[in-house]
């Protein structure tokens, strides 16, 4: 680290859980943040303010007016933009000593794996099944942990996956939704709506579990769920467990 960034990450090396090596740690990360929106966003601020060295960010859609209430990162002047071109310009200003990767793209079966291989560990907050499914199988197969986050109206839940850990005791998301629920028990918050301060809670929750993760540091959540209810200002972790007949982690299903 050269002075400027000493002084940069200066709270984090005071920290003697984190210190210079720690910070080191961060600096030489590869992380991937798919979905840029209300969860991404905050994901994507904390991330690279705390200096992972690179991060990339795959979305494959523009910016719009109705965006602006949760996703931080976005400005007004970007609307009609592609959400990872701006983004890219956000951690640019914010800090310069990070790599941006954009992938402008909709992740699903046909691209997942190409594009996690490179990367240390993929955050996720996208709003469809398909690519969470796809994620979490790609995420499986190349042995990449999974941080999962999504919200709905005025709550959240949080998850790290690493089911290759200890096949058969750590879940997948696939052991959470086993299937795609029916379009009409689906939260949509196109539809619904949803508070944007809900989003920057659980955002910024998962990205301080990719933090521990890289560095790792205190409690995984992996085979625990945390929900979140702003409304009642609570929080509650409960066990998931593993499903023995996941298709997607279960070692008898995989052979």
């Known amino acids: 680290m050269d002075q400027s960034q000493r002084e940069r990450y200066a709270r984090h090396i005071l920290l003697r859980e984190v210190g210079g090596q720690g910070q080191q740690k961060l600096m030489g990360a590869c992380v991937l943040i798919v979905g840029a929106g209300g969860l991404g966003a905050p994901m994507l601020q904390y991330l690279a303010a705390a200096g992972v ?31 990872t071109e701006a ?57 990449k942990p999974l941080v999962s986050a999504a919200v709905g109206r005025f709550e959240g839940q949080l998850s790290t996956f690493k089911p290759f850990e200890k096949p058969g005791v750590y879940p997948c998301y696939r052991c959470l939704v086993p299937e795609e629920p029916p379009r009409d028990a689906q939260v949509n918050c196109a539809e619904e709506g949803v508070m944007g301060a809900v989003t920057g809670v659980m955002g910024t929750l998962a990205a ?11 409690d995984s959540l992996t085979g625990r769920l945390m929900l979140y209810d702003g409304l009642a200002a609570s929080f509650r972790t409960i066990a998931l467990p593993a499903d023995p007949n996941c298709p997607d982690c279960s070692p008898s299903r995989r052979g």
Request: some cysteine; hydrophobic content about 40%; overall charge negative.
């Open 208 to 218: 301080m579990e990719v933090i521990k993760e890289i560095l790792g540091l205190g």
């Open 53 to 83: 060295g690179t991060v990339g960010l795959a979305d494959d859609d523009k910016v719009a007016l109705s965006n602006l209430q949760r996703q931080v990162v976005f400005h007004t002047d970007d609307v009609g933009r592609a959400k």
């Open 87 to 143: 983004a890219k310009e956000f951690v640019a200003r914010l800090n310069p000593h990070v790599t941006i990767n954009d992938h402008p793209v909709r992740i699903d079966e046909s691209n997942a794996a190409e594009i996690i291989a490179g990367y240390d560990l993929v955050a996720e907050g996208v709003d469809n099944f398909k690519t969470r499914y796809a994620l979490n199988r790609a995420c499986i197969d190349l042995g």
